[in-house]
């Protein structure tokens, strides 16, 4: 029979339904390397969107570019550890919420801003800079 107590954890209500403590850890294991992957990898975007801004700021735009490529790969791969476990909770494996998978998500959602901001402020720095050209040959 499975143990269907209800704990709570980090301020959270957590459904334990695990035969024993030896399956609950080792699924808080997979959890807690998942959402590391997550934080890893979209936080190296996050940072590569940054340096992107930085690097438009200094009109050197292809550089600013490689710059949201990069971390356009690196956020794929963070989202593709996400999307594993949206499966695993698919598949009605327990998944569980703790601080570590909400600061995960939250890392991701952050990431996929600033690549936006990155690209919005690219294209602004962009349209300055010909503009400028254009006033200085006047």
């Known amino acids: 029979q499975l143990n269907k107590k209800c704990s709570k954890q980090n301020g959270f209500v957590a459904f ?12 808080v294991e997979g959890l807690e390397m998942i959402c590391f992957r997550i934080i890893s990898y979209v936080g190296g975007a996050r940072s590569s969107y940054i340096e992107a801004i930085q690097k438009a700021k200094q009109d050197d735009f292809e550089g600013a570019r ?23 909770d698919a598949q009605g494996e327990q998944v569980g ?3 570590i998978l909400v600061h995960a998500e939250d890392q991701l959602m952050s990431a996929e801003g600033f690549k936006i ?22």
């Open 117 to 138: 901001i990155a690209e919005e402020m690219l294209a602004s720095y962009e349209r300055i800079a010909e503009l400028e050209k254009r006033l200085e040959n006047r």
């Open 97 to 99: 919420g703790s601080m």
């Open 16 to 27: 334990s339904r695990f035969k024993d403590s030896k399956e609950a850890a080792k699924m």
């Open 66 to 88: 490689e710059c949201i490529r990069a971390g356009q790969e690196m956020f794929l791969a963070g989202h593709e550890a996400h999307f594993e476990l949206i499966q695993k």
